[in-house]
């Protein structure tokens, strides 16, 4: 696999370095940077963006989601994947309204954690049946407040429905008979549409709209 | 007006008749009916109308039934005070009435109901001081025998003495004084020396002498009368001579002249009085005399001789205030019935007046037949001619019980008496027996009144009812004398006979009833009977229907049809109150006129209502007698009883039409007297609150002629339905709810005159918690509070239910922060612990490092699946489900296992407790974990079902099975039991060796 460049803004010495590591180990990657802070992940990778982000949530200073927050609007094709200790839901859904698309633990093994960035890499959004049911909640309550607010399709939400359920992608895509390329892509649409209504809720807050 | 009008009744009775004397009976007054003081030297009548008396000790107040004494209140014991009431009692213009004598000048307050001391007089004492007149400036004159005339006016409270132009000698002063007119005092203080009149107007004392021995000066209207050469010389106060009357010749000449008093009244009487001779009349029409003295042999005579005061009222009655024998009270209203005798003691010669029969020649003197023989009696001049029975006289009245006396076509005057019958002869005063059978001779001896009536057939025959039946008597031949024929004898007494129509007769017997008799031929023939056992006493044809006859019996007056044989029975039940009649006359109103043991009746035909009149009425007294009523040609009725007998016109009969007045003289409230106020006295409003609700009223009818007679109509508007007639002078009314009354009283006199009415407004405040706004209040009171408690509540609850929440949340935020801190660090510490196993693993690959990095996984996975459930108390089987799903995916997915997960769709209305998630989680892991491992399986199935409220869980593998659980047990079957149980659920293993186990557990919800 090959990916031009990635970058990993992890504090704890140890997991980056293990992270670093790992990924060079399996994959084929041009560049490979690590920040310790999200202020200085955010000044560099500004100025040179990189194909994949991993993020941890916990920095010291700002935390991970506003990085991304961030880097998403200057960079909107950068991939942010969030890296997390355990998988706290709120803590991805901010993430994946931020901008994130994709979430790891930490423990995960690394073959795991390759596969994830691969998987990233091809278009996919892993996604928790947790986290589906979030997307749904959010995706409901907006409904009726904003006229920009950017509504699910059928199929996108038949997907999120079953997601919620607790069925994978192989699965979801036998059971309503389509390529599981079409159940990652609509996956991603669902997270950009997440992503431009909690953008929009955001600018709405500070009055530009 | 209404003077006039009762004195033109009565100048109509006067018509044909002399002046009626009046009948003299005195009410007495004293102290045993309440008086305080039976030396009554002052009367005055108010201007409401009670009647008020002065006596030696007191003011006393009078309203027909009661008596209320006034003394002012001693305040301070040196100021003394004496309660003699000397000269007249005044009204002022605030009805307040005022008197004076020599220890002060006391007023009675209306307002206040009491006698107090305006003024107290000193350096008086001893000698006489009273009040004369009030004038119309309100200055009070009073003469004082020591000092002069003072005038004291009520408004300024000031004193002005006008003092005698000489100086008083005390030797000479003679014992009683008299004075005052309108405008002027009158006095003569000597004897001996004229007198003197003081002037209120010039405020001059003038002193005339032409007579000087004056004995004695008294008011006459607005003039004063001198007794001047053996009359009284009546002048006014610019000693002008009005008129003259002359002195009672039956008064010793030297006594004479001392007269008291002297008052005209509205009928031509002047009253006088003179000391120890009691009480005249002058009568100016026949120019005599009428004395009145007390003597214990009449009935209600004067109760001393010695008279001091003399007043009218309004209602005609004349109030004499005597010493030492309280007040005195005669009626001078025209008597409704003559009386004869006027008393008792008048006729020496009659030792009773027990009268039988009547009988009025055109002369107008009334045949009386008594016990005491015949009497001819001359109403003009009350005298009377006696005939009694001397045995040695055969021209005697024939018997001394003279029972039927009748004068015939013919002129004939039959007497019938107890020893014979006779014809008497008014010019000889002869008396002509008849000559009887021998048998009626008998039979009349055994009784002593044998004829009850003598009437005259329409052919000219004589009829006497008598005690053994009929007996008749014709003419002879000649038209000249008399003689008997037998009757019939043996039909027991008659009462009385009356020819209703030509030959038909109607009796009445005492013991047989109502006999019709048909005359023919001479002949009378019994026709019919009725009401055989009933007492009758008399008949009287009705003069409209000659059909009708009215009965007079025992037990009421019986109207009776001749031709239908009906009748009609009035008694006690329509007001006859004594039943008993006796005599029954018709008047020319066709009003009937009954006698009987009670008094005298009218009866109205038309209306059917008694007027009954008792011995109060002048009557001779309550019982009269059979026989005794007759109807004469001049159109006089009379009724004879056992004490004399009455005569009457009865279109005549005076009524007065003078009113009474209703009064409410005293208002208790919650027994307590309630004290007038203005607003009461003036405006008749009373305003009380809502516990003064018991009221009691004293009502009084101001009409002095029978005060008994008085009655009382009342109603409490808004709390009596009607109008309540009583003769109850105390009306009460308890527990009167709050509201608005009104108070209304009329009264009745003798004459059922009735008044105007009298009200009072009553208003009873409802307390304050009875009041609508009150009410309002306490509606929005409870509404707000009702509010208030229900919004504290619900907010209490919900505080409660917030606290709780609060409560829970925070546990749960607890809970979540010490597992996620636990995880944090502790994940932190294992993933670390991973990761450097791994790094070392490549280093140097070892299992030892491989289980280390394993386990380090597996701890952080557990604490994971510890952290998700404990997020929410309580979680949807649908997130269950969605969760087991994700972490068998975990453990099945680099396996080689064909695996299936059916979970029922739609469960999210099913919340599982936060336990029951934990332990079915765990469990469905452990067994697809041991699946995984221990079972070599190529298939696993794991489903859930629900079905009546129960979670039916499937795990099965087709695996090698085991056929001895103790393998199991320490693979975690123990852990997973204990988990089942933890939640009630139900664990079945079938297992087959070779062929798989599969795993059915069952969870209630």
């Given at each position: 696999?090959?990916?031009?460049?990635?970058?990993?803004?992890?504090?704890?010495?140890?997991?980056?370095?293990?992270?670093?590591?790992?990924?060079?180990?399996?994959?084929?990657?041009?560049?490979?940077?690590?920040f310790?802070?999200?202020?200085t992940?955010?000044?560099?990778?500004?100025?040179?963006?990189?194909?994949?982000?991993?993020?941890?949530?916990?920095?010291?200073?700002m935390?991970?989601?506003?990085?991304?927050?961030?880097?998403?609007?200057?960079?909107?094709?950068?991939?942010?994947?969030?890296?997390?200790?355990?998988?706290?839901?709120?803590?991805?859904?901010?993430?994946?309204?931020?901008?994130?698309?994709?979430?790891?633990?930490?423990?995960?093994?690394?073959?795991?954690?390759?596969?994830?960035?691969q998987?990233?890499?091809?278009?996919?959004?892993?996604?928790?049946?947790?986290?589906?049911?979030?997307?749904?909640?959010?995706?409901?309550i907006?409904q009726?407040?904003n006229?920009?607010?950017?509504?699910?399709?059928?199929?996108?939400?038949?997907?999120?429905?079953?997601?919620?359920?607790?069925?994978?992608?192989?699965?979801?895509?036998?059971?309503?008979?389509?390529?599981?390329?079409?159940?990652?892509?609509?996956?991603?649409?669902?997270?950009?549409?997440?992503?431009?209504?909690?953008?929009?809720?955001?600018?709405?807050?500070?009055?530009?709209? | 007006?209404?003077?006039?009008?009762?004195?033109?009744?009565?100048?109509?009775?006067?018509?044909?008749?002399?002046?009626?004397?009046?009948?003299?009976?005195?009410?007495?007054?004293?102290?045993?009916?309440?008086?305080?003081?039976?030396?009554?030297?002052?009367?005055?009548?108010?201007?409401?109308?009670?009647?008020?008396?002065?006596?030696?000790?007191?003011?006393?107040?009078?309203?027909?039934?009661?008596?209320?004494?006034?003394?002012?209140?001693?305040?301070?014991?040196?100021?003394?005070?004496?309660?003699?009431?000397?000269?007249?009692?005044?009204?002022?213009?605030?009805?307040?009435?005022?008197?004076?004598?020599?220890?002060?000048?006391?007023?009675?307050?209306?307002?206040?109901?009491?006698?107090?001391?305006?003024?107290?007089?000193?350096?008086?004492?001893?000698?006489?001081?009273?009040?004369?007149?009030?004038?119309?400036?309100?200055?009070?004159?009073?003469?004082?025998?020591?000092?002069?005339?003072?005038?004291?006016?009520?408004?300024?409270?000031?004193?002005?003495?006008?003092p005698?132009?000489?100086?008083?000698?005390?030797?000479?002063?003679?014992?009683?004084?008299?004075?005052?007119?309108?405008?002027?005092?009158v006095?003569?203080?000597?004897?001996?020396?004229?007198?003197?009149?003081f002037?209120?107007?010039?405020?001059?004392?003038?002193?005339f002498?032409?007579?000087?021995?004056?004995?004695?000066?008294?008011?006459?209207?607005?003039?004063?009368?001198?007794?001047?050469?053996?009359?009284?010389?009546?002048?006014?106060?610019?000693?002008?001579?009005?008129?003259?009357?002359?002195?009672?010749?039956?008064?010793?000449?030297?006594?004479?002249?001392?007269i008291?008093?002297?008052?005209?009244?509205?009928?031509?009487?002047?009253?006088?009085?003179?000391?120890?001779?009691?009480?005249?009349?002058?009568?100016?029409?026949?120019?005599?005399?009428?004395?009145?003295?007390?003597?214990?042999?009449?009935?209600?005579?004067?109760?001393?001789?010695?008279?001091?005061?003399?007043?009218?009222?309004?209602?005609?009655?004349?109030?004499?205030?005597?010493?030492?024998?309280?007040?005195?009270?005669?009626?001078?209203?025209?008597?409704?019935?003559?009386?004869?005798?006027?008393?008792?003691?008048?006729?020496?010669?009659?030792?009773?007046?027990?009268?039988?029969?009547?009988?009025?020649?055109?002369?107008?003197?009334?045949?009386?037949?008594?016990?005491?023989?015949?009497?001819?009696?001359?109403?003009?001049?009350?005298?009377?001619?006696?005939?009694?029975?001397?045995?040695?006289?055969?021209?005697?009245?024939?018997?001394?019980?003279?029972?039927?006396?009748?004068?015939?076509?013919?002129?004939?005057?039959?007497?019938?008496?107890?020893?014979?019958?006779?014809?008497?002869?008014?010019?000889?005063?002869?008396?002509?027996?008849?000559?009887?059978?021998?048998?009626?001779?008998?039979?009349?001896?055994?009784?002593n009144?044998?004829?009850?009536r003598?009437?005259?057939?329409?052919?000219?025959?004589?009829?006497?009812?008598?005690?053994?039946?009929?007996?008749?008597?014709?003419?002879d031949?000649?038209?000249?004398?008399?003689?008997?024929?037998?009757?019939?004898?043996?039909?027991?007494?008659?009462?009385?006979?009356?020819?209703?129509?030509?030959?038909?007769?109607?009796?009445?017997?005492?013991?047989?009833?109502?006999?019709?008799?048909?005359?023919?031929?001479?002949?009378?023939?019994?026709?019919?009977?009725?009401?055989?056992?009933?007492?009758?006493?008399?008949?009287?044809?009705?003069?409209?229907?000659?059909?009708?006859?009215?009965?007079?019996?025992?037990?009421?007056?019986?109207?009776?049809?001749?031709?239908?044989?009906?009748?009609?029975?009035?008694?006690?039940?329509?007001?006859?109150?004594?039943?008993?009649?006796?005599?029954?006359?018709?008047?020319?109103?066709?009003?009937?006129?009954?006698?009987?043991?009670?008094?005298?009746?009218?009866?109205?035909?038309?209306?059917?209502?008694?007027?009954?009149?008792?011995?109060?009425?002048?009557?001779?007294?309550?019982?009269?007698?059979?026989?005794?009523?007759?109807?004469?040609?001049?159109?006089?009725?009379?009724?004879?009883?056992?004490?004399?007998?009455n005569?009457?016109?009865?279109?005549?009969?005076?009524?007065?039409?003078?009113?009474?007045?209703?009064?409410i003289?005293?208002?208790?409230?919650?027994?307590?007297?309630?004290?007038?106020?203005?607003?009461?006295?003036?405006?008749?409003?009373?305003?009380?609150?809502?516990?003064?609700?018991?009221?009691?009223?004293?009502?009084?009818?101001?009409?002095?002629?029978?005060?008994?007679?008085?009655?009382?109509?009342?109603?409490?508007?808004?709390?009596d339905?009607?109008?309540?007639?009583?003769?109850?002078?105390?009306?009460?009314?308890?527990?009167?709810?709050?509201?608005?009354?009104?108070?209304?009283?009329?009264?009745?006199?003798?004459?059922?005159v009735?008044?105007?009415?009298?009200?009072?407004?009553?208003?009873?405040?409802?307390?304050?918690?009875?009041?609508w706004?009150?009410?309002?209040?306490?509606?929005?009171?409870?509404?707000?509070?009702?509010?208030?408690?229900?919004?504290?509540?619900?907010?209490?609850?919900?505080?409660?239910?917030?606290?709780?929440?609060?409560?829970?949340?925070?546990?749960?935020?607890?809970?979540?922060?010490?597992?996620?801190?636990?995880?944090?660090?502790?994940?932190?510490?294992?993933?670390?612990?991973?990761?450097?196993?791994?790094?070392?693993?490549?280093?140097?690959?070892?299992?030892?490092?491989?289980?280390?990095?394993?386990?380090s996984?597996?701890?952080?996975?557990?604490?994971?699946?510890?952290?998700?459930?404990?997020?929410?108390e309580?979680?949807?089987?649908?997130?269950?489900?969605?969760?087991?799903?994700?972490?068998?995916?975990?453990?099945?997915?680099?396996?080689?296992?064909?695996?299936?997960?059916?979970?029922?769709?739609?469960?999210?209305?099913?919340?599982?407790?936060?336990?029951?998630?934990?332990?079915?989680?765990?469990?469905?892991?452990?067994?697809?974990?041991?699946?995984?491992?221990?079972?070599?399986?190529?298939?696993?199935?794991?489903?859930?079902?629900?079905?009546?409220?129960?979670?039916?869980?499937?795990v099965?593998?087709?695996?090698?099975?085991?056929?001895?659980?103790?393998?199991?047990?320490?693979?975690?079957?123990?852990?997973?039991?204990?988990?089942?149980?933890?939640?009630?659920?139900?664990?079945?293993?079938?297992?087959?060796k070779?062929?798989?186990?599969?795993?059915?557990?069952?969870?209630?919800?």
């Amino acid at each position: 696999m090959e990916i031009p460049s990635i970058a990993i803004i992890e504090d704890d010495d140890k997991i980056r370095h293990y992270l670093t590591e790992q990924i060079h180990l399996a994959i084929n990657v041009a560049e490979l940077r690590t920040f310790k802070t999200a202020e200085t992940a955010l000044k560099e990778l500004t100025a040179t963006p990189c194909t994949i982000a991993l993020f941890d949530i916990q920095l010291p200073g700002m935390n991970g989601i506003e990085c991304i927050k961030r880097l998403k609007m200057v960079h909107p094709k950068m991939q942010m994947m969030v890296l997390t200790v355990h998988d706290n839901n709120d803590h991805i859904f901010d993430a994946l309204k931020a901008g994130a698309v994709s979430y790891l633990l930490k423990t995960t093994p690394s073959e795991k954690i390759i596969e994830a960035i691969q998987e990233v890499n091809n278009g996919g959004s892993p996604i928790s049946s947790q986290i589906a049911r979030k997307v749904i909640e959010a995706f409901s309550i907006k409904q009726k407040t904003n006229d920009s607010f950017q509504e699910l399709s059928k199929r996108e939400q038949e997907i999120l429905e079953l997601l919620s359920k607790g069925f994978r992608y192989k699965e979801i895509a036998a059971k309503i008979f389509i390529s599981i390329e079409t159940v990652r892509t609509h996956i991603r649409n669902i997270y950009e549409k997440l992503q431009v209504n909690s953008r929009i809720e955001a600018l709405k807050k500070t009055g530009f709209l | 007006m209404k003077l006039i009008i009762t004195l033109s009744f009565f100048a109509f009775a006067f018509y044909g008749n002399a002046q009626q004397p009046i009948i003299p009976r005195f009410d007495i007054l004293g102290v045993n009916e309440g008086l305080s003081q039976s030396s009554v030297y002052a009367i005055y009548q108010d201007k409401i109308g009670y009647m008020w008396f002065g006596t030696a000790d007191g003011l006393n107040r009078y309203d027909g039934k009661e008596v209320k004494v006034y003394k002012p209140v001693i305040k301070n014991p040196q100021n003394g005070f004496s309660n003699f009431i000397r000269g007249n009692i005044c009204e002022d213009n605030k009805r307040n009435l005022w008197y004076i004598n020599e220890t002060g000048i006391f007023c009675y307050n209306r307002l206040k109901d009491s006698v107090e001391v305006i003024q107290y007089l000193k350096d008086n004492s001893f000698l006489e001081e009273k009040l004369v007149f009030i004038d119309s400036l309100q200055t009070l004159w009073s003469f004082n025998i020591n000092k002069g005339v003072s005038a004291y006016n009520i408004i300024s409270g000031q004193t002005h003495l006008y003092p005698f132009p000489f100086k008083v000698n005390y030797n000479l002063i003679r014992g009683d004084i008299a004075y005052r007119t309108m405008n002027a005092i009158v006095f003569a203080l000597y004897f001996n020396d004229g007198y003197y009149i003081f002037d209120t107007d010039t405020k001059q004392y003038k002193h005339f002498t032409e007579d000087k021995s004056i004995p004695n000066i008294f008011s006459f209207k607005d003039e004063f009368a001198l007794v001047i050469n053996d009359s009284m010389v009546v002048k006014t106060t610019k000693n002008v001579t009005v008129k003259k009357i002359p002195l009672p010749a039956s008064v010793a000449k030297d006594e004479r002249k001392f007269i008291y008093n002297i008052l005209p009244d509205n009928y031509g009487r002047i009253w006088i009085s003179i000391p120890s001779n009691g009480l005249f009349y002058y009568s100016e029409k026949e120019k005599k005399y009428y004395q009145y003295k007390h003597d214990n042999s009449k009935l209600q005579s004067l109760s001393i001789d010695l008279v001091r005061t003399l007043f009218i009222d309004r209602n005609d009655n004349l109030w004499i205030g005597t010493d030492g024998g309280g007040v005195c009270k005669l009626d001078l209203k025209p008597a409704k019935f003559n009386l004869f005798p006027l008393n008792e003691g008048d006729y020496h010669f009659l030792n009773n007046y027990f009268t039988k029969c009547f009988y009025e020649d055109d002369k107008g003197k009334v045949y009386v037949g008594t016990l005491n023989g015949l009497n001819v009696f001359n109403p003009q001049d009350y005298s009377v001619k006696n005939y009694t029975y001397n045995a040695s006289d055969k021209y005697s009245v024939p018997g001394n019980y003279v029972s039927a006396i009748f004068k015939d076509s013919k002129n004939r005057i039959w007497v019938a008496g107890s020893l014979g019958v006779a014809l008497f002869s008014e010019a000889t005063g002869k008396f002509n027996r008849i000559k009887l059978p021998e048998k009626l001779e008998k039979l009349l001896l055994t009784t002593n009144y044998f004829i009850y009536r003598l009437i005259e057939t329409t052919d000219g025959s004589i009829v006497a009812a008598t005690m053994y039946g009929i007996v008749f008597f014709n003419a002879d031949k000649q038209q000249n004398i008399m003689y008997a024929d037998t009757g019939y004898l043996n039909m027991g007494p008659i009462t009385d006979i009356k020819e209703i129509s030509p030959n038909e007769f109607w009796f009445t017997s005492p013991t047989n009833g109502l006999y019709h008799f048909q005359k023919k031929q001479n002949k009378y023939i019994y026709k019919e009977q009725f009401f055989p056992n009933i007492d009758l006493r008399c008949i009287a044809p009705d003069e409209e229907d000659k059909q009708v006859i009215w009965i007079g019996s025992g037990v009421g007056l019986i109207r009776f049809d001749t031709r239908t044989k009906q009748y009609i029975l009035y008694d006690n039940k329509d007001g006859l109150n004594n039943s008993y009649i006796y005599g029954v006359l018709e008047d020319k109103q066709h009003n009937l006129w009954l006698s009987t043991n009670g008094g005298i009746f009218m009866f109205n035909k038309q209306t059917h209502q008694f007027i009954h009149y008792d011995a109060d009425y002048g009557l001779q007294s309550n019982e009269f007698n059979t026989g005794a009523y007759y109807k004469s040609n001049s159109g006089n009725f009379y009724f004879g009883g056992i004490k004399g007998f009455n005569w009457f016109k009865p279109e005549h009969i005076a009524r007065t039409t003078l009113q009474p007045v209703a009064a409410i003289s005293e208002i208790s409230i919650n027994e307590v007297v309630h004290n007038n106020d203005t607003l009461l006295f003036h405006q008749k409003k009373l305003t009380l609150s809502y516990d003064e609700n018991d009221l009691v009223f004293k009502v009084a009818s101001l009409d002095f002629t029978k005060p008994d007679a008085n009655r009382f109509q009342y109603q409490l508007q808004d709390w009596d339905d009607n109008f309540i007639i009583t003769d109850n002078n105390v009306i009460r009314y308890s527990k009167l709810p709050p509201g608005n009354y009104v108070f209304v009283l009329k009264t009745s006199n003798s004459d059922d005159v009735w008044s105007n009415e009298e009200k009072i407004y009553i208003t009873i405040t409802p307390p304050f918690w009875q009041t609508w706004w009150f009410y309002m209040l306490m509606i929005i009171v409870i509404i707000v509070v009702a509010i208030v408690s229900i919004r504290t509540f619900v907010k209490k609850k919900l505080k409660e239910q917030q606290r709780e929440l609060e409560k829970q949340k925070a546990l749960v935020e607890e809970r979540q922060r010490i597992s996620r801190e636990m995880h944090d660090d502790i994940g932190s510490g294992l993933t670390q612990i991973a990761l450097m196993s791994d790094a070392a693993i490549r280093k140097n690959k070892s299992t030892e490092l491989n289980d280390i990095a394993q386990t380090s996984r597996k701890l952080i996975s557990s604490m994971s699946e510890i952290v998700w459930s404990l997020q929410t108390e309580n979680k949807p089987l649908e997130q269950l489900f969605a969760y087991i799903r994700e972490q068998l995916f975990k453990l099945l997915e680099y396996t080689d296992i064909d695996y299936q997960i059916q979970f029922p769709d739609n469960t999210n209305h099913i919340i599982l407790k936060n336990k029951q998630s934990r332990n079915i989680l765990l469990i469905t892991k452990e067994l697809v974990n041991n699946a995984v491992k221990h079972s070599k399986a190529k298939h696993i199935s794991i489903s859930c079902n629900i079905k009546n409220q129960q979670l039916y869980f499937e795990v099965k593998d087709d695996g090698i099975g085991f056929t001895e659980f103790a393998s199991f047990e320490g693979n975690g079957l123990k852990n997973i039991k204990s988990r089942i149980d933890d939640i009630k659920g139900i664990l079945t293993i079938n297992s087959t060796k070779g062929y798989g186990t599969t795993f059915n557990y069952t969870i209630p919800l």
